[in-house]
């Protein structure tokens, strides 16, 4: 099959690699319909996660049709269409059963958090979803069933991008009434902005440098929009136009 691999620093390629095989009885096979490139995924080839070797498969956010199933998975049958969650968790150890599955204590042997499909041997070693099948472990656990009536674009960020910046926003403590900053118009900037304005937030100024994602930005209703190349001291500025300060700012850059 064909998969996306890591060649080194800026260097990556498309490559005929093995197949997956099923490896453990509760193990997935899927045929990949649809993934997505990360913001995440620039920080593998910019090279700043260690243990990267060559011919590592990238891509964290992935969907398909389930193809090979294992003889104690239960959650999922051949044929099934099913999105990929980017962590790989048991689903039963302390952090998993308190819902912390990028914890997960089992699926990572080489560090603290738990696996991440396609990101490094520090984050478990697990081949990535940019290709045409990915080996999907512990699936009776991560894989959740799409009804049939949803595209994959509809779902595809639920593998990724809509919990995260919901997380963002719930940990931020967003609530009605407050003054939110956004940095960062992004797909995480810019569905997070979608999570404030669902909170009631009264007041969300999105700031960034790229026009067109400003432009996005502020085709939401009441969203105000700075670019940070227009003020010397963005941080004073926006202090000012706030009256003091944001009630929560929420990073959606990173790194
Ligand atoms: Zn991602
Ligand atoms: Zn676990």
Redesign the pocket.
Known sequence: MKAIVYNGKKNVDVENVEDPKIEKSDDIIIKVTSTAI?G?DLHLIHGMIPNMPKGFRLG??TMGIVEEVGKDVVKVKKNDRVIIP?PVACGHCCYCEHGQFSQCDNSNPNGEAGGIFGYSNTFGGYAGGQAEYLRVPYANVGPTIVPEELQDEQVLFLT??LPTSYWGVDIGGVKRGDTVVVLGCGPIGLTAIKWCILRGANRIIAVDNVGYRLKHAASYKGVETVNFEDYDNTGEYLKEITNGGADVVLDCVGM
């Open positions: 990360c995440s964290h956010e980017f990724d991008v």
